[in-house]
């Protein structure tokens, strides 16, 4: 046997040489996504969860107008039910800043919890994410972990405390993702900590709970799941971008759009066709706003590894440079613009901008919402799914753009300064933009109808 060379004989196997990849791009795509529960009423199973996990100090975390609302209590039945020790933060900021993420991290690392439960939107999500991995690396600084260019865009390599998230609005998918965005006070911009690591461990979806919401906090968190879909969908393909990671602890979280992703994608864009209106427009209206629910951790999965690109680069300096607007329905004491309405008021201008790359993905998007594509050329595919996405928004009372919610042109230099440093996203539009572009995309957004 000692001439055999074979593999399963010859310990001293040489490797085979590596096929170079091309131009430096990735080759190579992996699903990342949190374990998900669904069911009505599911979440009353959260303390047998906890006890199973032998935790001993929980903490809760949810926001003030949350606290007195039917889920917050829902878990807190649970907690009760199974003597779960636990402590309960509830000043999660809606729309949270570099500030209101710290404030809670130092509460956290006070109490030396051993697991961590957040009952709300993605704002609540994505803060108790944060305190969970600031807890867990003590000695880190702040910027470590921020992606860059603002912070330093470390990888996580400290493990993590078990996070169990409860959502609460059929928006953001955080219960499914490894990121938490927030407002950078200083530089006036949205920016966050994306890494597989600090994606919670379970996501428990319980439809009741999105009974709670009201009519535009349904809207706008809709229609963040909306451009979860049609972004990832029509995102650079993973395998276009680069640089290809030289240790795959350094492969980005959101990696361009790929098979697996694009059926998420897909399936959460129809979801949407078929029942935001009736979720929005009738909140006794349970089939819709379940549905609702299952496509905002749909589309989770589906951006959560794909990503974003446009809509979301642009939007982060449409929240971060808010001057006076207070939406409807929302219960804060400052200015804001909801995540879903910033990220949806951009949205005809950019697919029309992107549909010269990959039309029949735009054209396919558009007859997913409805329009006629049997006569359509193919060369008009931005045309057609920018028209839709108008006519989506007007039949849903949505804000006439930019200029409705206080930005005029004189804004758009400082708008794009905040959209550069989201090279996180923008890199993934599948067509390249330039300064000119993205001020052009930021007036042909100022007004839709």
Same mark, same amino acid.
């Given at each position: 046997?000692?001439?055999?060379?074979?593999?399963s004989?010859?310990?001293?196997?040489?490797?085979?040489?590596?096929?170079?990849t091309?131009?430096n791009?990735?080759?190579?795509?992996e699903?990342?996504?949190?374990?998900?529960?669904?069911?009505?009423?599911?979440?009353?199973?959260?303390?047998?969860?906890?006890?199973?996990?032998?935790?001993?100090?929980?903490?809760?975390?949810?926001?003030? @107008?949350?606290?007195?609302?039917?889920?917050?209590?829902?878990?807190?039945?649970?907690?009760?039910?199974?003597?779960?020790?636990?402590?309960?933060?509830?000043?999660v900021?809606?729309?949270p800043?570099?500030?209101?993420?710290?404030?809670?991290?130092?509460?956290?690392?006070?109490?030396?919890?051993?697991?961590?439960?957040?009952?709300?939107?993605?704002?609540?999500?994505?803060?108790?994410?944060?305190?969970?991995?600031?807890?867990?690396?003590?000695?880190?600084?702040?910027?470590?972990?921020? @992606?860059? +260019?603002?912070?330093?865009?470390?990888?996580?390599?400290?493990?993590?405390?078990?996070?169990?998230?409860?959502?609460?609005?059929?928006?953001?998918?955080?219960?499914?993702?490894?990121?938490?965005?927030?407002?950078?006070?200083?530089l006036?911009?949205?920016?966050?900590?994306?890494?597989?690591?600090?994606?919670?461990?379970?996501?428990?979806?319980d439809?009741?709970?999105?009974?709670?919401?009201?009519?535009?906090?349904? =809207?706008?968190?809709?229609?963040?799941?909306?451009?979860?879909?049609?972004?990832?969908?029509?995102?650079l393909?993973? @395998?276009?971008?680069?640089?290809?990671?030289?240790?795959?602890? @350094?492969r980005?979280?959101?990696?361009?759009s790929?098979?697996?992703?694009d059926?998420?994608?897909?399936?959460?864009?129809?979801?949407?066709?078929?029942?935001?209106?009736?979720?929005?427009?009738?909140?006794?209206?349970?089939? =819709?706003?379940?549905?609702?629910?299952?496509?905002?951790?749909?589309?989770?999965?589906?951006?959560?590894?794909?990503?974003?690109?446009?809509?979301h680069?642009?939007?982060?300096?449409?929240?971060?440079?808010?001057?006076?607007?207070?939406?409807?329905?929302?219960?804060?004491?400052?200015?804001?613009? +909801?995540?879903?309405?910033?990220?949806?008021?951009?949205?005809?201008?950019?697919?029309?901008f992107?549909?010269q790359?990959?039309?029949?993905?735009?054209l396919?998007?558009?007859?997913?919402?409805?329009?006629?594509i049997r006569?359509?050329r193919?060369?008009?595919?931005?045309?057609?799914?920018?028209?839709?996405?108008?006519?989506?928004?007007?039949d849903?009372?949505v804000?006439?753009?930019?200029?409705?919610?206080?930005?005029?042109?004189?804004?758009i230099?400082?708008?794009?300064?905040?959209?550069?440093?989201?090279?996180?996203?923008?890199?993934?539009?599948?067509?390249?933009?330039?300064?000119?572009?993205?001020?052009?995309?930021?007036?042909?957004?100022?007004?839709?109808?």
């Amino acid at each position: 046997m000692n001439g055999c060379r074979c593999p399963s004989h010859c310990h001293t196997y040489s490797q085979v040489p590596e096929r170079p990849t091309l131009g430096n791009t990735d080759y190579a795509f992996e699903m990342a996504v949190s374990n998900i529960r669904y069911g009505e009423g599911v979440t009353k199973e959260i303390g047998m969860d906890l006890q199973n996990l032998g935790a001993g100090r929980v903490c809760l975390m949810t926001d003030k @107008n949350l606290s007195q609302l039917p889920p917050v209590n829902a878990v807190l039945n649970s907690l009760a039910k199974y003597g779960i020790n636990f402590q309960m933060y509830d000043n999660v900021r809606v729309e949270p800043t570099d500030q209101s993420f710290l404030d809670a991290i130092t509460f956290a690392k006070k109490g030396e919890f051993d697991a961590y439960v957040a009952v709300g939107g993605g704002s609540v999500i994505d803060t108790c994410k944060a305190a969970n991995l600031y807890a867990s690396s003590p000695t880190s600084d702040f910027l470590d972990y921020v @992606n860059a +260019p603002i912070g330093k865009g470390k990888p996580v390599t400290v493990p993590l405390k078990p996070l169990i998230a409860v959502p609460t609005t059929a928006g953001t998918g955080s219960e499914t993702t490894g990121v938490a965005i927030f407002d950078f006070k200083e530089l006036k911009v949205k920016t966050g900590i994306a890494s597989r690591a600090i994606k919670p461990t379970l996501g428990i979806i319980d439809p009741l709970h999105t009974l709670s919401m009201p009519e535009r906090i349904v =809207a706008n968190s809709g229609f963040d799941v909306l451009c979860h879909a049609l972004e990832s969908y029509t995102a650079l393909p993973y @395998n276009m971008r680069s640089p290809c990671p030289s240790n795959p602890i @350094n492969r980005p979280a959101y990696q361009g759009s790929n098979p697996i992703s694009d059926v998420w994608a897909l399936h959460a864009l129809r979801i949407v066709a078929k029942y935001l209106k009736r979720a929005i427009r009738n909140p006794e209206d349970c089939e =819709a706003r379940a549905n609702m629910h299952l496509a905002s951790a749909f589309a989770g999965i589906g951006f959560g590894n794909a990503g974003v690109h446009l809509c979301h680069g642009m939007s982060y300096p449409i929240s971060g440079l808010v001057k006076t607007y207070k939406p409807k329905d929302y219960n804060v004491d400052h200015s804001l613009v +909801p995540h879903g309405l910033s990220v949806v008021l951009t949205s005809p201008a950019v697919f029309a901008f992107t549909a010269q790359i990959h039309p029949e993905r735009h054209l396919e998007a558009a007859e997913i919402l409805g329009a006629d594509i049997r006569t359509a050329r193919i060369k008009d595919a931005g045309f057609i799914l920018a028209d839709t996405l108008r006519k989506f928004l007007f039949d849903l009372n949505v804000d006439d753009g930019l200029a409705a919610i206080g930005y005029s042109k004189a804004d758009i230099p400082a708008l794009v300064k905040g959209t550069l440093p989201q090279e996180r996203v923008t890199k993934l539009s599948p067509r390249p933009q330039t300064e000119e572009d993205l001020s052009a995309l930021f007036e042909a957004s100022m007004k839709l109808y």
